[in-house]
């Protein structure tokens, strides 16, 4: 089974750390990276998306910080055994992204709107 993808958007008014930490949190809160899974190292993953290191370093340190990871120096980066529940302060900030996204792309707040529900919908299907 393929890992899922880690992608950013070095256009996107969000900053390429904040797009990784975001996207690997996202992953894990879904369930697509379970607990042991282990992350790219550092080095492949700055490789594989053309930026520096310390980028990924701090996506890295922000999801140690936030529980949702655990690194062990000379094992590597690893989804934590039991990732925390997001608060409401981690939900604000994940819709003030995908805002801040929708907005760089052009998008309307009736586009936005639509979105939201189409996502709402998704979501209560599962």
């Known amino acids: 089974m393929a890992e899922p993808a880690v992608e950013i ?14 996207r690997i949190a996202d992953l894990v ?3 697509e990276l379970p607990a042991g899974t282990r992350l790219p190292s550092v080095r492949a993953l700055a490789g594989d998306l053309g930026i520096a290191p310390n980028t990924v370093v ?3 340190r ?3 910080a936030a529980g949702v990871v655990r690194t062990a120096r000379g094992k590597g980066t690893v989804v934590a055994d039991a990732p925390p529940a997001p608060d409401d302060a981690a939900v604000g900030a994940a819709v003030e992204r995908a805002v801040a996204l929708a907005r760089a ?3 309307d707040a009736a586009r936005l709107r639509r979105a939201v529900d189409d996502a709402q919908r998704v979501c209560s299907d599962r």
């Open 58 to 60: 701090r996506a890295y």
């Open 105 to 107: 792309a052009g998008w």
């Open 62 to 64: 922000e999801l140690e």
């Open 29 to 31: 809160a879904a369930g």
């Open 9 to 22: 958007d070095l256009r996107s008014p969000v900053p390429p750390f904040e797009q990784i930490r975001a």
